[in-house]
C-alpha cells in the first residue's frame, strides 16, 4: 500500500510545490490511516487544514483502496 500512496501523493505533488509546499509520506496503519508531513509553505499555512482534507485525503481516498482518513504530523 505504501508504494501506491506514494504514487499517489505524486499526482498531487505539483500544486503543492507551486506554492512552495510539499507532502511527505509518514507511516500507514494497519486500519488506513495515512499519516503525512506538509512541508515548506505549505507546513505553515493558515489553509494546510483544507488542503489536507479536500486535497491530500481525497485524492489518497480515490486512488489507494484501503485508506480510510489522513492525518497530519
Same mark, same amino acid.
Given at each position: 500500500?505504501?508504494?501506491?500512496?506514494?504514487?499517489?501523493?505524486?499526482?498531487?505533488?505539483? *500544486?503543492?510545490?507551486?506554492?512552495? %509546499?510539499?507532502?511527505?509520506?509518514?507511516?500507514?496503519?494497519?486500519? @488506513? #490511516?495515512?499519516? !503525512?508531513?506538509?512541508?515548506?509553505?505549505?507546513?505553515?499555512?493558515?489553509?494546510? *487544514?483544507?488542503?489536507?482534507?479536500? %486535497?491530500?485525503?481525497?485524492?489518497?481516498?480515490?486512488?489507494?483502496? @484501503? #485508506?480510510?482518513? !489522513?492525518?497530519?504530523?
Amino acid at each position: 500500500m505504501s508504494a501506491e500512496i506514494e504514487k499517489a501523493l505524486d499526482t498531487i505533488r505539483p *500544486a503543492l510545490q507551486a506554492d512552495g %509546499g510539499n507532502v511527505e509520506f509518514i507511516e500507514v496503519s494497519e486500519d @488506513g #490511516v495515512v499519516k !503525512v508531513k506538509l512541508t515548506g509553505a505549505c507546513g505553515h499555512c493558515p489553509m494546510s *487544514a483544507q488542503t489536507l482534507k479536500f %486535497g491530500v485525503e481525497r485524492a489518497l481516498k480515490e486512488q489507494v483502496p @484501503g #485508506v480510510t482518513a !489522513v492525518v497530519a504530523l
